[in-house]
């Protein structure tokens, strides 16, 4: 008998406010007894969801559960500041581009794009939480400028139309001052990223997919040629298990050593009234990645995607252990503040409604770890700071894996490197943290 037992769950700091916005959720359906399944997929996070979906497509009929630690949405799915991004994103580049195989990442990511838009259109998810808006790189600062430059270069080299916008533009659109110049590019979808995983939720429930929330894994066991999945409610017996729990897969056992937990901060406005949206000015809906990877992402949302807000995300912190600390996220949000009136000085000093944390998982050379671990266990994780596109992907990819369908998404994670070990403590946490603060201090502007 093998086995993998979590030896940790995921914990949440500050609301998810992306759920938050929405209407209440359904009851939770937590696991309440012993069951069987034809695939069990651990984790409902886009990731996990897709490859639930993939798996109604691959096999009709098939009996799948979906178990997620908390409430949908609540986890990293609700925390991120939704951009589904079709062009090259590498977050640890200092300009998003130079791999060398963007073009094949622009096809995959536009993959993803694609399951999910016809996932949105099947399931009947609004079209407001589903945005093919677009999206601008916004540069602040001189090296952020370059970076602009530079990446508008290797998209034209790529045949990729982006469009760019001087200080002018970036404020008659924004209302802020603060922005040298943008670079614009079409094929971005913003997403307002907890109605869209309830509507997948909601969309596969009604195919017949078991999801139960408040259900974490505690354990994997291998018995004879199935598994049997443990939680607290009860257990559930399969001949495959997916996992999509993306950092967290390190919680049990898999690529331990080999993969970077951090947390991104953020922190939302509450909904602006029609005075304050006057001073404001600009376009009612839109969003800027910072040209430095390590600058301050920003969103103005709508009465669409749940009120007239201003979203901010930014400062990074390392947590090997995956606990994010309440003085981080204090002093991220103090942090955010002065951004936002840097910003919007003519909106400083307006209180923040929400703020809060949320997980990511790198690896140190770019790679997921989207594979068979063993006879019917498959993993679809680690997606380096791109959750929407790339848990997408590896979402796909773990379901054709599991239900033993080859496509060229499964040949090319089977071609991807291990993710490269770490180096050993205390080196690896003095390293990575003065890394990483010379990076934050480098893009502060932006």
Same mark, same amino acid.
């Given at each position: 008998?093998?086995?993998?037992?979590?030896?940790?769950?995921?914990?949440?700091?500050?609301?998810?406010?992306?759920?938050?916005?929405?209407?209440?959720?359904?009851?939770?359906?937590?696991?309440?007894?012993?069951?069987?399944?034809?695939?069990?997929?651990?984790?409902?996070?886009?990731?996990?969801?897709?490859?639930?979906?993939?798996?109604?497509?691959?096999?009709?009929?098939?009996?799948?559960?979906?178990?997620?630690?908390?409430?949908?949405?609540?986890?990293?799915?609700?925390?991120?500041?939704?951009?589904?991004?079709?062009?090259?994103?590498?977050?640890?580049?200092?300009?998003?581009?130079?791999?060398?195989?963007?073009?094949?990442?622009?096809?995959?990511?536009?993959?993803?794009?694609?399951?999910?838009?016809?996932?949105?259109?099947?399931?009947?998810?609004?079209?407001?939480?589903?945005?093919?808006?677009?999206?601008?790189?916004?540069?602040?600062?001189?090296?952020?400028?370059?970076?602009?430059?530079?990446?508008?270069?290797?998209?034209?080299?790529? !045949?990729?139309?982006?469009?760019?916008?001087?200080?002018?533009?970036?404020?008659?659109?924004?209302?802020?001052?603060?922005?040298?110049?943008?670079?614009?590019?079409?094929?971005?979808?913003?997403?307002?990223?907890? !109605?869209?995983?309830?509507?997948?939720?909601?969309?596969?429930?009604?195919?017949?997919?078991?999801?139960?929330?408040?259900?974490?894994?505690?354990?994997?066991?291998?018995?004879?040629?199935?598994?049997?999945?443990?939680?607290?409610? !009860?257990?559930?017996?399969?001949?495959?298990?997916?996992?999509?729990?993306?950092?967290?897969?390190?919680?049990?056992?898999?690529?331990?050593?080999?993969?970077?937990?951090?947390?991104?901060?953020?922190?939302?406005?509450?909904?602006?009234?029609?005075?304050?949206?006057?001073?404001?000015?600009?376009?009612?809906?839109?969003?800027?990645?910072?040209?430095?990877?390590?600058?301050?992402?920003?969103?103005?949302?709508?009465?669409?995607?749940?009120?007239?807000?201003?979203?901010?995300?930014?400062?990074?912190?390392?947590?090997?252990?995956?606990?994010?600390?309440?003085?981080?996220?204090?002093?991220?949000?103090?942090?955010?503040?002065?951004?936002?009136?840097?910003?919007?000085?003519?909106?400083?000093?307006?209180?923040?409604?929400?703020?809060?944390?949320?997980?990511?998982?790198?690896?140190?050379?770019?790679?997921?770890?989207?594979?068979?671990?063993?006879?019917?266990?498959?993993?679809?994780?680690?997606?380096?700071?791109?959750?929407?596109?790339?848990?997408?992907?590896?979402?796909?990819?773990?379901?054709?894996?599991?239900?033993?369908?080859?496509?060229?998404?499964?040949?090319?994670?089977?071609?991807?490197?291990?993710?490269?070990?770490?180096?050993?403590?205390?080196?690896?946490?003095?390293?990575?943290?003065?890394?990483?603060?010379?990076?934050?201090?480098?893009?502060?502007?932006?």
């Amino acid at each position: 008998m093998t086995g993998y037992r979590a030896r940790r769950l995921p914990v949440q700091l500050g609301p998810a406010a992306w759920n938050a916005l929405l209407p209440a959720a359904p009851a939770v359906q937590p696991l309440e007894r012993d069951t069987t399944a034809d695939f069990v997929v651990v984790g409902a996070g886009f990731a996990g969801l897709s490859a639930a979906r993939r798996l109604t497509q691959l096999q009709p009929g098939a009996r799948i559960l979906v178990l997620e630690a908390g409430r949908l949405a609540e986890g990293a799915a609700g925390r991120n500041s939704g951009f589904m991004i079709d062009l090259p994103h590498d977050l640890q580049s200092a300009d998003y581009a130079g791999a060398d195989d963007d073009r094949a990442w622009i096809a995959r990511n536009r993959q993803a794009i694609g399951f999910a838009a016809e996932a949105a259109e099947e399931y009947g998810i609004d079209r407001n939480f589903f945005d093919r808006a677009g999206k601008i790189n916004g540069a602040a600062s001189a090296a952020a400028q370059a970076h602009n430059d530079s990446y508008a270069r290797h998209l034209a080299a790529l !045949g990729e139309h982006c469009e760019k916008l001087d200080a002018q533009e970036m404020r008659a659109l924004t209302g802020s001052p603060h922005y040298r110049s943008g670079l614009f590019s079409p094929g971005t979808v913003m997403l307002q990223p907890a !109605g869209y995983i309830r509507g997948l939720a909601r969309g596969l429930r009604a195919a017949g997919v078991m999801i139960h929330e408040a259900s974490p894994a505690q354990a994997l066991t291998r018995q004879g040629p199935d598994w049997q999945v443990t939680t607290p409610g !009860g257990r559930v017996s399969t001949a495959r298990v997916i996992l999509t729990v993306n950092g967290h897969l390190e919680s049990f056992g898999v690529a331990r050593g080999r993969l970077m937990q951090l947390f991104l901060y953020a922190v939302m406005t509450p909904e602006l009234d029609a005075e304050t949206l006057a001073r404001l000015g600009g376009a009612p809906r839109w969003g800027i990645t910072p040209a430095d990877p390590m600058g301050t992402t920003v969103r103005r949302i709508d009465s669409g995607q749940g009120g007239n807000r201003l979203l901010l995300r930014s400062c990074a912190t390392l947590r090997p252990d995956m606990r994010p600390r309440r003085r981080d996220l204090a002093r991220a949000a103090a942090v955010m503040r002065r951004k936002f009136a840097q910003r919007f000085p003519q909106l400083a000093g307006l209180r923040m409604e929400h703020a809060w944390a949320g997980p990511l998982c790198l690896s140190l050379n770019g790679v997921s770890v989207t594979r068979e671990i063993e006879a019917g266990l498959v993993s679809g994780c680690v997606q380096n700071g791109l959750g929407t596109a790339r848990g997408t992907l590896t979402g796909i990819a773990a379901a054709e894996l599991a239900a033993g369908v080859p496509s060229p998404l499964t040949d090319f994670f089977a071609t991807e490197a291990a993710p490269r070990r770490l180096p050993p403590q205390p080196l690896r946490q003095l390293g990575a943290k003065a890394l990483l603060r010379l990076r934050v201090w480098r893009a502060r502007a932006d």
